[in-house]
């Protein structure tokens, strides 16, 4: 009797284990599976270690799981940032999923919107809070924030754009050149 208790404990926790969250760039952006890409998907700690003590150039994408969370900015933006760092030589982006600690508005979240507003001051507001509106891409150099760039680009009424036409995209990765140069 014990050992059977004992293995159907020892499967459950197989079995919960197997039920976290993928680890995979390409399972939250199902579209790159198959194109070479530098994204790396990473937790929130190595985030922040890139924000404030690694040494070196960093670059950073804030985005959304799209199993979980609809993004078209951040599906429009995944492709022309890829090729931007690969044009540019950027062998990395490092990529945090923040749907789930925005939408709780986690400790962890309210610290990093707290130092990312400090440090740039242009983090747009929705329903009368900051946020980290995504994708945000940012450029890190030895602790510094060089520059970021939120969603795409707006259309005549403010509004970001996500379903961009030809040169719309290219005025996009026009950005991110920019962006990605000052590494």
């Given amino acids: 009797m014990r050992k059977t208790v004992f293995l159907t404990l020892i499967f459950l926790l197989a079995t919960l284990c197997g039920c976290r969250k993928s680890a995979r760039f390409e ?3 199902p579209q790159m599976r198959g194109i070479d890409h530098v994204y790396e998907k990473v937790g ?3 985030v922040v270690d ?5 040494p070196g150039g960093h670059v950073i994408f804030f985005g959304f799981d799209t199993r979980y ?6 599906v429009a933006c995944v492709p022309l940032l890829n090729e931007v760092a690969i044009e540019l030589g950027v062998d ?3 990529y945090i999923d923040i749907y789930t600690m925005r939408k ?3 400790a962890e979240y309210v610290l990093l919107l707290g130092y ?3 440090a740039v001051g242009d983090l747009l507001e929705r329903n009368g809070l900051k ?3 995504v994708p945000d891409v940012y450029v890190v150099k030895d602790g510094e924030i060089l520059g970021h760039h939120i969603a795409t680009i707006k259309d005549d009424e403010g509004r970001f754009i996500y379903d961009l036409n030809d040169e719309q995209k290219e005025e996009v990765k026009a950005i991110y050149r920019d962006l990605l140069a000052r590494l």
């Fill in 27 to 29: 399972d939250d952006y």
């Fill in 44 to 46: 929130y700690d190595d």
């Fill in 50 to 54: 890139a924000l404030t003590v690694s």
């Fill in 69 to 74: 969370a609809e993004c078209p900015y951040c």
């Fill in 92 to 94: 990395k982006i490092l």
């Fill in 104 to 106: 709780e508005r986690t």
């Fill in 116 to 118: 990312l507003d400090g």
């Fill in 131 to 133: 946020e980290i509106i």
